[in-house]
DNA sequence: TTGAAAGCGCTAACAA
DNA sequence: TTGTTAGCGCTTTCAA
């Protein structure tokens, strides 16, 4: 059965295509008497508006782009849960796709949407600032876990995040901490050890750093040697995965979590809280992000174009305590 | 800058629209020399298809959709990505619509997008055999994690699976086991408890049922305590959060695993191996299953109309040997 | 508030 | 192998 038309409809209604597609599209431009009676008509011989024919006069896609840094790992499910949520809810497609941790991939991927949808949501983005702002310059994004000068852009406040971490440390008895770094073109990653670092000061800990790793379990083994040589008391990594592989290697070293060392995480992803010891991590509203996210970019997109000025938004992280992080021992240092 | 169209390009290099259409879509209907100056032109111009335009004439959207039943749920993700990348390998986008557990919803969603997509694959569908086979009856679909004759799927083969489970447990000494069983639309849990009921009788092991649960971690515990009531050593649950629940709740209660009972789950998703004990769990190719499912619906769409045989394609389990499942107890039931 | 009509960019039948 | 041309279904001026 061939899919009925604005012409049936209009037929049937007794008026134009043209009061047909403003019944459907803007409500105030008809009366109420004919929109119901097209409406009527609509739904007799089942009706259903063909997007692509929509999209091809009017540019307006209804549709919107999530691409995140790795689909695979589990930190995204709650961003993308909550994207996906709040682009179905204002009646928008919402297509997600894998940047594979690739810039080319990444960049690639945006540039062959860009006919499809009308803006984009950039979680954990690889690109470069210029790559990001030659988009930008040409289309409507909004950026995930990430910011720039002149970019929309929705985070989880690393500052306060990272001072929590700190606070929570100090009030142990640790006086130095190592971190963990992750890879060096996540933004989150710079975020988190410069955030350290300008709290260390102001709380009198000592940091150090080992890295960079793949955020990733398997990388955790080299993590945990490194920073064990640094010999601190405490072991702040990128994120949980790569705490939980910390802590593997650990166990496996016979170091004890949290009675010689603590361990902290960033992301609270499930898996945080299932490990033993359950692992202390920086956690946040990420399907709120997410959903803020594509709030922006809706917004952006119904905004005058231009007319749009940029926020950067930063929202309040929780620091989840759980058996991971302990006092500090009294021996102090443990350098192996 | 105003996006270049074919007629900009066919101007450029010389040619009629319909050449310069050809040249980007059918190879062979194009002399090469005329198609490397119709692609050296549209390159000059930066020309980019618009796919409205040409799916609003010829009706292929290039475009499929994967509807999950909870984008929650690890489980997915493999499934996810596994499609994700064979739709991008084939050119195709890929939208990502989560049903929330509703088969309302679900259809609702389906219905929403039959004007996008060319198809759908539905994984772990909460529909009715009726919904699906109505659904398919005018748009191609293939089931993930469910099967339904007449309709293609794909799913990991739970006879042998469940055999997997069953001779590992007996020749562990296990006489009698006890699952705890998940929603009750779901497919998936009714195969495993029929492959499960199927084999034991084979085996000579004794298996009883307590549930249904909604497969969370939260429910585990409630199912912990059904199940040691029916006193059997070994558990299995409808999957690995179920399973993870199960473990938490027996350790709350001084129930060793799996020195009393042991604990057995489904899916193999991330935390199953970092739980402590690691769990016990049926994997499988989930990644291939979720590119296998995209590769039989592009398959179906290519193919004419009507001439697909439907297959049931079934991929092999592999169990996953961790510490959750060990020798049965010598004291044999241990009712509480 | 409504209608008439001109496209949006592309594909595909038909013709050459 | 290539060109001509008529739409695909809708939105959007412009006019009434």
Redesign the pocket.
Known sequence: M?????????ERA?????????????P????????QRILAAAKEIG????????A?????KRTIAMVVADITNPHFFELIRGAEQRAKAAGHTMVLVNAEESPRIEIEQVRGLVRQVDGFVLASSRLSDQDLLGLAADHEIVLLSRELPGLTSVTLDMGSGCRQILEHLVSLGHTELTYCAGPTNSWMGAARWSALRAGAEEQGIRVHRVGPYTPTVASGGAAADAALRAGTTALVAHNDLLAIGVMRRLAARGVRVPDDVSVLGFDDMFAADVVTPALTTLGGPFAGAGRLAVELLLGKLSADRGADNPEQTRLPTELMLRQSSGVAPVGGRLNR
């Open positions: 061939k899919q009925s038309t604005i012409y049936d409809v209009a007794g008026v134009a295509t043209s009061t047909v597609s403003r019944a459907f599209g803007v105030g431009r008809v009366s109420e008497r004919t929109r009706y259903v508006p063909n997007p692509h024919a929509s091809l006069q009017s540019g307006r």
